[in-house]
């Protein structure tokens, strides 16, 4: 079974050859935030040698090189639901203030996420 970033990621792809803009835009802010969700905390830089030429670099082969933080499905599945769930509050403070096409816009983001939260 494909994990959520897979899914994501083949659904990009379909919706780019189908030029959905609003699944593209949606799906590519989903995959961002799964990305920077599995960054690595600056303080788990790996300790290398000092540069003489870069104030607080670090020199040597792979001297900074970390791997990445790896999601669950659920923390991945976290991700993409609170990124519909905020789609859907900023489309109604839109709706308040009497814009209804980004309105639209941002539920129809929300909808092109929403089957991958099942």
Same mark, same amino acid.
């Given at each position: 079974?494909?994990?959520?970033?897979?899914?994501?990621?083949?659904?990009?792809?379909?919706?780019?050859?189908?030029?959905?803009?609003?699944? %593209?835009?949606?799906?590519?802010?989903?995959?961002?935030?799964?990305?920077?969700?599995?960054? %690595?905390?600056?303080?788990?830089?790996?300790?290398?040698?000092?540069?003489?030429? %870069?104030?607080?670099?670090?020199?040597?082969?792979?001297?900074?090189?970390?791997?990445?933080?790896?999601?669950? *499905?659920?923390?991945?599945?976290?991700?993409?639901?609170?990124?519909?769930?905020?789609?859907?509050?900023?489309?109604?403070?839109?709706?308040?203030?009497?814009? *209804?096409?980004?309105?639209?816009?941002?539920?129809?983001?929300?909808?092109?996420?929403?089957?991958?939260?099942?």
């Amino acid at each position: 079974m494909p994990d959520m970033r897979e899914e994501l990621r083949s659904a990009l792809v379909a919706a780019m050859k189908a030029r959905d803009l609003v699944a %593209v835009s949606a799906l590519r802010s989903a995959l961002g935030a799964i990305d920077n969700a599995g960054a %690595v905390d600056a303080a788990a830089a790996p300790a290398g040698g000092v540069s003489e030429h %870069v104030a607080g670099g670090v020199a040597g082969l792979r001297a900074t090189e970390v791997t990445r933080r790896e999601l669950t *499905a659920a923390e991945a599945r976290e991700l993409v639901r609170a990124e519909v769930a905020e789609r859907l509050a900023v489309a109604e403070r839109h709706e308040a203030a009497g814009r *209804a096409e980004p309105a639209a816009r941002l539920r129809a983001e929300a909808a092109a996420l929403q089957p991958f939260l099942t």
